[in-house]
């Protein structure tokens, strides 16, 4: 089964090309320099973005795949922003009635967790963190098609925390990134910013956020050289602690063996760190997917309809939905 995926929810127009649920192709355009003078993503220029950059990035995907008929076309239903998954969603459908194949919806985030898919064999259950400038979510996959989202963020989004961090040290976007870079020549003890905290599974980094902005705003000029490295290795360490610490805390819980990330936060040298160290003391299996499948792509869009379509016919038609809650499809029997 040869499928075609395109994912435009935010500000990366991706396309990819799967065989058999295997990646063949993976084409990513990434349109951050158009966003940077705003300093994060701008929804309009987004859209228009995508409409010009996507039938490029599409035919480049099925050029490098080579020939063959393909069998379905896979797109983002949401969540994401509003026109540019509309924008995928009608040329998904168009090329789909054009060859006479379906056209698959699929959940975002179904997609980041799944993306573990496309470099290791997990075994279910699966406790997956998606962690990027749009969602922290911490779901329990019992098995490809049954989510539960067990914990998100009650403010902040992780990425955005790192974004916002990065704007109050005079640092430029994406500021992930940047921090990450700083921060390994920083002392992450130079301050102790204290763990961000919330209920249950849920995250909260508003406080934290809250905490460097006092910092910096109490010391005497904008912090540089060895001060800034520390206060940057200082965040992320409370940042990349409390994600890996209740990811881990989730997986014991929930009785994973496998722990996995996905999400541009998901390409954070700390917390994969963190998650390799603490995971294996814990005697759990943690999957790192490289970090071009952590970030937005269309190959894990690609693997979710793949696996979608593997298991009966192709779902319904649904409306583009920037708040697309992620809900089980598989029958309780495939566990
Ligand atoms: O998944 P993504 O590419 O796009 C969406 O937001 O959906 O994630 C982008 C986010 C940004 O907030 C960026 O600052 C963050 O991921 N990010 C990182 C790193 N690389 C990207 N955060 C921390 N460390 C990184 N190395
Ligand atoms: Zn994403």
């Known amino acids: 089964m040869r499928i075609l995926a395109v994912e ?44 010009e950059l996507l039938l490029p990035a599409v035919a480049r995907a099925l050029r490098r795949a ?22 995928g969603k009608v040329t998904a459908q168009t090329l789909a009635r054009l060859l006479g194949v379906p056209a698959v919806g699929v959940n975002h985030l179904e997609g980041h967790v799944l993306a573990v898919e496309l470099e290791y064999r997990p075994r279910w259950p699966l406790v997956c963190l998606v962690a990027s400038g749009g969602h922290t979510d911490l779901v329990l996959a019992r098995a490809p098609g049954r989510y539960q989202v067990l914990g ?51 995250f909260s980094f508003s406080g934290l956020k809250t905490a460097v902005l006092y910092h910096v705003r109490a010391l005497p000029r904008r912090p540089r050289g060895r001060l800034l490295a520390d206060l940057c290795a200082s ?65 894990m869009i690609g693997r979710a309809a793949w696996r979608r379509l593997r298991a009966g016919p192709p779902p319904r038609a649904g409306r583009a939905d920037p708040a697309l809650p992620l809900r089980s499809w598989a029958p309780l029997s495939s566990i």
């Open 8 to 51: 435009t929810s935010c500000d990366d127009t991706a396309a990819a090309v799967l065989e058999d649920g295997r990646l063949r192709a993976s084409v990513v355009l990434s349109q951050a320099a158009r966003h940077r003078p705003f300093r994060g993503v701008v929804p309009e220029l987004a859209s228009r973005a995508h409409l």
């Open 66 to 87: 080579g020939p063959g008929r393909l069998d379905a076309v896979a797109y983002t239903r949401g969540p994401g922003l509003m026109g540019p998954l509309l924008v």
């Open 152 to 202: 998100r963020t009650r403010d902040d989004a992780a990425g955005e925390a790192y974004d916002k961090v990065a704007r109050l040290l005079g640092l430029g976007y994406p500021g992930g990134p940047e921090i990450d870079r700083l921060a390994a020549r920083g002392n992450p003890r130079a301050v102790a910013f204290p763990r961000p905290s919330a209920p249950g599974w849920d």
């Open 235 to 299: 965040f992320q360490e409370a940042a990349a602690e409390t994600l890996a610490d209740k990811t881990l805390a989730a997986a014991r819980r929930f009785g994973a063996r496998d722990v996995a990330v996905g999400g541009g936060v998901a390409a954070n040298s700390r917390l994969r760190a963190l998650l390799a160290e603490r995971g294996a003391a814990a005697g759990l299996r943690v999957l790192l997917p490289s970090r071009a499948l952590c970030t937005d792509n269309a190959a």
